[in-house]
């Protein structure tokens, strides 16, 4: 009750611009609603509003995959990995037998997560229950990468075909 409400055409460019005037035609009273047009470049367009939340979810999952890496080789050499390393007799699957390749190999399991969520449309990061579910999986995935390599360095009936 008297509110007036004016719809806009998405990606109009227009605003209203100055006072509103009340005209008497033959057909009623008109209310007449300056308009400007605002050549704002930076305005997106309704699929790149939709593709936004997928693009924003990829770069924090691909910031969070360097972050994992870097913590894992700093969780490694302060936990001695190295010596570890020594005591693993499947050492020899990574081809090159180092603690590296370990964390590159976990790291590389998180990076599949990540192609799973590049592969999925933009619609999709438009529905709230499925971009929750995508947010939470990014966040086990840095959770499962340092599990791993925990598990790995503190049971010694562990091996790296484990991991």
């Keep these: ?3 007036v409400e004016y719809l806009w ?3 109009s460019f227009l605003q209203p611009a100055g006072e509103q005037r009340l005209l008497v035609t033959a057909d009623g009273l008109v209310t007449v609603v300056p308009v400007r047009i605002n050549a704002n470049l930076k305005t997106m367009t309704v699929e790149e509003l939709v593709g936004q939340k997928r693009s924003m979810h990829l770069a924090s999952f691909r910031f ?3 972050e994992v890496g870097h913590s894992l080789e700093r969780l490694a050499r302060e936990r001695g990995a190295a010596a570890r390393w020594e005591r693993d007799t499947e050492r ?6 180092t603690v590296e390749a370990l964390c590159g190999h976990i790291v590389k399991q998180c990076v599949e997560v990540y192609a799973r969520h590049e592969a999925m449309g933009a619609e999709l990061y438009a529905n709230d229950e ?3 579910s995508l947010v939470i999986e990014t966040l086990e995935c840095r959770a499962h990468a340092q599990s791993k390599l925990l598990w790995w360095l503190e049971d010694e009936a562990q091996s790296v075909s484990a991991q």
């Excluded at 020899?92 to 037998?97: I, L, R, S």
Aim: with cysteine.
């Design 1 to 3: 009750p008297g509110e």
């Design 9 to 11: 055409v998405p990606c």
């Design 64 to 66: 969070l995959i360097d």
């Design 92 to 97: 020899g699957m990574f081809g090159k037998p």
């Design 130 to 132: 499925v971009f929750r």
